[in-house]
């Protein structure tokens, strides 16, 4: 039942910036873990930045110090403030919640398309 739901993809100029949103649905508790992963064609979907309830961060190195994840624990909603966008940043964001529960369960939304071109 629950559900999440990602916006803000797009297409961005090198060098531009993008933030990206998902919000959680039909969830009775806050997620102890919400984040980003992404997938380019041909690849592996590879995790991107996540944040804790206590919003204890984690960034992949290829988008430290760029990308900035944020969360509202009242809401269940997650942003990523993508900034200095690169053409190796396009590809479908996953958003991803994560109980711990143990075990955890986890939830994905659809994705949204981010394309960095010129």
Do not use: H
Request: charged fraction near 15%; hydrophobic fraction near 35%; include cysteine.
């Amino acid at each position: 039942q629950v559900q999440l739901v990602e916006s803000g993809g797009g297409l961005v100029q090198p060098g531009g910036s993008l933030r990206l949103s998902c919000a959680a649905s039909g969830s009775a508790i806050s997620f102890y873990a919400l984040g980003w992963y992404r997938q380019a064609p041909g690849k592996q979907r590879e995790l991107v930045a996540t944040i804790t309830a206590g919003r204890s961060t984690n960034y992949a190195d290829s988008v430290k110090g760029r990308f900035t994840i944020s969360r509202d624990n009242a809401k269940n909603t997650v942003w990523l403030q993508m900034n200095s966008l690169k053409p190796e940043d396009t590809a479908v964001y996953y958003c991803n919640a994560a109980t711990k529960l143990g075990p955890p369960i986890t939830y994905w939304g659809q994705g949204t398309q981010v394309t960095v071109s010129s």
